[in-house]
């Protein structure tokens, strides 16, 4: 079974860092893109950022205090997110393009998302 695991939200006070992982699992051939998204209590789902093996895109309310970075071997994705806002309490949600089900005709290329970590920034 294909799942994507997150971890290391938590409470911070503004200002603070916090760094969340997203661990993919199960059999994989390989990864594609991947991204992390987030969703505040009454607001739509946003895009935070995204990575490739060529290139790291970051929404603006994000760019400069958050990084995305991954390791390939270990099939994990990470957000390190410092100065954090109060704005950026939500839960953060990663999600991934990965090549499953492989057999002598190819692989599928399947999108998946994780179960959610909650991020609070509050003094």
């Known amino acids: 079974q294909v799942q994507l695991v997150e971890s290391g939200g938590g409470l911070v006070q503004p200002g603070g860092s916090l760094r969340l992982s997203c661990a993919a699992s199960?059999?994989?051939?390989?990864?594609?893109?991947m991204g992390w998204y987030r969703q505040a209590p009454g607001k739509e789902r946003e895009l935070v950022a995204t990575i490739t093996s060529r290139n790291t895109r970051y929404s603006d309310s994000v760019k400069g205090r958050f990084a995305i970075s991954r390791d390939n071997v270990k099939k994990t994705m990470y957000l390190q997110m410092n100065s954090l806002k109060p704005e950026d309490t939500a839960v953060y949600y990663c999600?991934?393009?990965?090549?499953?089900?492989?057999?002598?005709?190819?692989?599928?290329?399947?999108?998946?998302w994780g179960q959610g970590t909650q991020v609070t920034v509050a003094s």
């Open positions: 199960g059999s994989i051939f390989s990864i594609n893109a």
């Open positions: 999600n991934a393009d990965l090549e499953v089900g492989c057999s002598g005709y190819g692989c599928h290329l399947r999108n998946y």
